[in-house]
């Protein structure tokens, strides 16, 4: 598995904040999904809510 960096945006109490996640996966599709279901799951967030910017590897 590769270490991929995701960077985007998600809604905060006072505007929009931004993130960059660094996460082990296959590829990029399934790192992308890694961070929906993180930010899902401590953050309470829809995945419409959610707006990646960017994945590298």
Not at 11 to 28: D, H, I, M, S, T
Not at 30 to 48: I, M
């Amino acid at each position: 598995m590769s270490e991929f960096t995701v960077r985007g945006r998600f809604p905060a109490r006072y505007g929009e904040q931004n993130f960059e996640k660094n996460v082990e996966a296959p590829n990029e599709d399934v790192a992308q999904e890694r961070v929906y279901a993180n930010f899902g799951s401590q953050h309470g967030l829809k995945r419409t809510q959610i707006t990646i910017d960017e994945v590298d590897a």
